[in-house]
């Protein structure tokens, strides 16, 4: 199924979320939490992942995980992952507490669409200490998708991973499945990375995002995906094509805000001061836009017409926020 038809019913299905100019939301997309070992690529940068947690969680704002959040197909059982990666769970069970929590599943935690398998491995913890089960989200849903609407001016943001077209990722999940879990997991310990992820082939990820700018073009909206794990913030005369990038790169973690109807693109990353100390900064890459910029802004499509395939990156200066 190509990519639009498969969107075209994700985005019917989409859960709906309201939200308005006192709204505050970030979007973490593709953290593939692991189980602590030589394969685990988010243990590099958990303790900045934490402590960005920590800042949104002080500052108000509602958790979007947009997707593969858990590797769940290179590990077979998620307590290992839980037991590995303890704190982080338990700052995210402080937003889900407070109701301000949206989990997405992805292609790497599809097992999260099977309400049995949440049920059994979200909904409640074991304390490995005092050997007693604990609540962890309890009764929480996991969506496919989930659409943003403004209660004052109408404009809708559809969130959603990106796998949903990705032939591999997608169509053939349980192929991708059994090739991950009984052989690249092992290729992986060894440092050989998946070819057919379109995180690790350029040609697969711009093939992606070209067909989620394509539908983007035909709808209109303001569109947030994960998946290809390369940040993108559009710009003047792009499509509305918002991405995540990801939790996994050696270099930091990056992530979307949505404040006072504002979006920006956000890195964090660990730096050093001249006596030798680290810190994790949090830089400001692209924007704050206003959002309503992005609403209705390609009613001509013009952006395939002009025969332009090549797609601007994102540019390696930043803005420091200090």
Same mark, same amino acid.
């Given at each position: 199924?190509?990519?639009?038809? /498969?969107?075209?019913? +994700?985005?019917?299905?989409?859960?709906? +979320?309201?939200?308005?100019?006192?709204?505050?939301?970030?979007?973490?997309?593709? !953290?593939?939490?692991?189980?602590?070992?030589?394969?685990?690529?988010?243990?590099? *940068?958990?303790?900045?992942?934490?402590?960005?947690?920590?800042h949104y969680y002080e500052s108000g704002f509602t958790y979007v995980e947009v997707?593969?959040?858990?590797?769940?197909?290179?590990?077979?059982?998620?307590?290992?992952?839980?037991?590995?990666? +303890?704190?982080?769970?338990?700052?995210?069970?402080?937003?889900?507490?407070?109701?301000?929590?949206?989990?997405?599943?992805?292609?790497?935690? /599809?097992?999260?669409?099977?309400?049995?398998? !949440?049920?059994?491995?979200?909904?409640?913890?074991?304390?490995?200490?005092?050997?007693?089960?604990?609540?962890?989200?309890?009764?929480?849903? !996991?969506?496919?998708a989930i659409i943003l609407k403004h209660r004052k001016t109408g404009q809708e943001?559809? !969130? +959603?991973?990106?796998?949903?077209?990705?032939?591999?990722?997608?169509?053939?999940?349980?192929?991708?499945?059994?090739?991950?879990?009984?052989?690249?997991? =092992?290729?992986?310990?060894?440092?050989?990375?998946?070819?057919?992820?379109?995180?690790? *082939?350029?040609?697969?990820?711009?093939?992606?995002?070209?067909?989620? *700018? /394509?539908?983007?073009?035909?709808?209109?909206?303001?569109?947030?995906?994960?998946?290809?794990?390369?940040?993108? =913030?559009?710009?003047?005369?792009?499509?509305?094509?918002?991405?995540?990038?990801?939790?996994?790169?050696?270099?930091?973690?990056?992530?979307?805000?949505?404040?006072?109807?504002?979006?920006?693109?956000?890195?964090?990353?660990?730096?050093?001061?001249?006596?030798?100390?680290?810190?994790?900064?949090?830089?400001?890459?692209?924007?704050?836009?206003?959002?309503?910029?992005?609403?209705k802004a390609l009613t001509q499509c013009g952006y395939f017409t002009k025969k332009?395939?090549?797609?601007?990156?994102?540019?390696?200066?930043?803005?420091?926020?200090?």
């Open positions: 199924m190509r990519t639009r038809e /498969r969107l075209e019913r +994700v985005f019917s299905d989409a859960f709906p +979320v309201p939200f308005d100019g006192t709204s505050k939301f970030v979007f973490f997309g593709d !953290v593939h939490r692991g189980d602590d070992s030589l394969s685990d690529e988010f243990g590099r *940068n958990r303790h900045i992942y934490y402590h960005a947690l920590n997707g593969d959040g858990d590797e769940l197909l290179e590990q077979p059982r998620y307590k290992h992952i839980y037991t590995a990666h +303890v704190t982080t769970f338990e700052m995210l069970k402080l937003f889900y507490n407070d109701g301000r929590m949206i989990m997405i599943y992805g292609n790497h935690n /599809r097992q999260l669409r099977n309400l049995e398998y !949440v049920k059994k491995n979200l909904y409640r913890s074991h304390d490995e200490f005092s050997e007693i089960y604990e609540d962890l989200f309890p009764g929480i849903d !996991v969506h496919e943001i559809f !969130v +959603v991973h990106g796998h949903q077209g990705d032939v591999i990722n997608d169509q053939l999940w349980p192929i991708a499945f059994l090739t991950i879990r009984y052989f690249w997991r =092992f290729m992986h310990i060894l440092g050989v990375k998946y070819a057919a992820s379109p995180a690790k *082939n350029i040609n697969r990820r711009h093939k992606v995002e070209r067909n989620f *700018n /394509r539908w983007n073009c035909q709808h209109d909206i303001m569109l947030i995906c994960g998946h290809t794990h390369r940040p993108k =913030f559009p710009r003047p005369g792009e499509p509305s094509y918002f991405n995540t990038g990801c939790c996994i790169h050696p270099r930091g973690i990056t992530c979307l805000e949505i404040s006072k109807d504002e979006v920006s693109l956000i890195s964090w990353r660990t730096h050093t001061r001249k006596d030798g100390t680290l810190f994790i900064k949090r830089t400001v890459l692209q924007g704050p836009e206003p959002i309503i910029k992005f609403h332009k395939r090549k797609f601007n990156f994102l540019n390696n200066k930043e803005v420091t926020d200090e």
